[in-house]
């Protein structure tokens, strides 16, 4: 299978179930079963970024973006 680019928008709907869709659904059920993705060299700091806010904003406790943090990396 070819490896694709994933974007920081697809990762961060994991982590937030309100952005989920049919889309994002599909490209973590094709990483579950072994897809390759390739991600751009700021995609960590977007993450990071992105669980900031979240936390900021009350959306998301320092635990959980912590967790989801260790997943993604």
Do not use: H
């Amino acid at each position: 299978m070819t490896p694709f680019v994933l974007d920081n928008s697809v990762t961060a709907a994991w982590c937030f179930e309100n952005q989920s869709t049919p889309y994002t659904d599909a490209v973590l059920q094709a990483l579950i079963d072994g897809a390759e993705a390739v991600v751009p060299a700021i995609w960590r700091l977007k993450v990071a970024n992105a669980l900031v806010v979240a936390e900021r904003r009350k959306n998301i406790t320092a635990e959980a973006s912590t967790q989801f943090r260790e997943l993604c990396t």
